[in-house]
C-alpha cells in the first residue's frame, strides 16, 4: 500500500515532470528556415528534429534516408569577405542547393552544408561535417567528413549492408 502510494506520488510530481521535459525536447519535429517551398522530403524519409536551412538553395531527401537527432542541412552561407553590418546580409539567394539520396543514413549531429549530393546509401558519421559531395556507399566521418568506409552492397541494392 505505501509503495503503490509512493509510486503514485512519484508518478504525479517528479515523472511527470521528467516526462514533460523530455516531450519538449520535440525530437520529431523538424523546422525549416527560409523558403519552406524549397524543401522536399519523401513521405518514405524520416528526418526527426533536423533544421533545414533554405536561404540559398533547395533542398531535397529522397526516399527511404534517414537521419539521427540535431542534424543540420544548410544551405545558407553568408559572405566572408564582407566586413561590419553588411555581412549579415550578405547571403545567396540560390546556387547551394542539397540533395540526400535514397537510402542515405545522416546520422545524429552531423551537420551538411551546400551545395552538395549525398549519393544513394552513403552514411555520413555522427558528429560529421559535410562540405561536399558524397560518393554512394560510402561511409564519411569527421570535421570535414572523410571518407571512413564502404558500405558493401550486392546485385540487390534492397539487401545493402555495412
Ligand atoms: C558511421 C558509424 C555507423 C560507423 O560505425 P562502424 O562501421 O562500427 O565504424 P568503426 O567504429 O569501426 O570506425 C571506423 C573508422 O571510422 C572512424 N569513425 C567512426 N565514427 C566516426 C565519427 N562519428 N566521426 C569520425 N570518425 C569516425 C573510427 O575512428 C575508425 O577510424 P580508424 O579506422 O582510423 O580507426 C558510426 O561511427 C556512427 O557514427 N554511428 C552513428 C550513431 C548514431 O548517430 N546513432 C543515432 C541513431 S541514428
Not at 96 to 103: L, M, S, Y
Not at 107 to 124: D, F, K, Q, W
Request: proline residues 6%; positive net charge.
Amino acid at each position: 500500500m505505501l509503495r503503490r502510494a509512493m509510486q503514485w506520488l512519484f508518478d504525479m510530481t517528479l515523472g511527470r515532470a521528467i516526462d514533460g521535459r523530455v516531450r519538449r525536447q520535440r525530437l520529431y519535429e523538424a523546422v525549416v528556415f527560409g523558403p519552406p517551398p524549397r524543401l522536399v522530403v519523401a513521405p518514405t524519409a524520416v528526418v526527426n528534429n533536423a533544421l533545414f536551412n533554405t536561404v540559398s538553395g533547395r533542398i531535397v531527401v529522397e526516399d527511404h534516408a534517414f537521419f539521427g537527432h540535431n542534424v543540420c542541412i544548410l544551405t545558407g552561407t553568408h559572405d566572408v569577405a564582407v566586413l561590419g553590418p553588411g555581412r549579415q546580409h550578405a547571403i545567396p539567394s540560390g546556387g547551394r542547393d542539397i540533395v540526400i539520396k535514397t537510402g542515405v543514413w545522416v546520422a545524429s549531429n552531423a551537420t551538411v552544408l551546400g551545395p552538395c549530393v549525398i549519393g544513394e546509401h552513403a552514411v555520413v558519421a555522427a558528429g560529421s561535417v559535410v562540405v561536399g559531395d558524397v560518393a554512394p556507399f560510402t561511409i564519411v566521418g569527421g570535421v570535414p567528413a572523410r571518407s571512413i568506409g564502404q558500405v558493401s552492397h550486392g546485385e540487390r541494392g534492397d539487401t545493402a549492408a555495412a
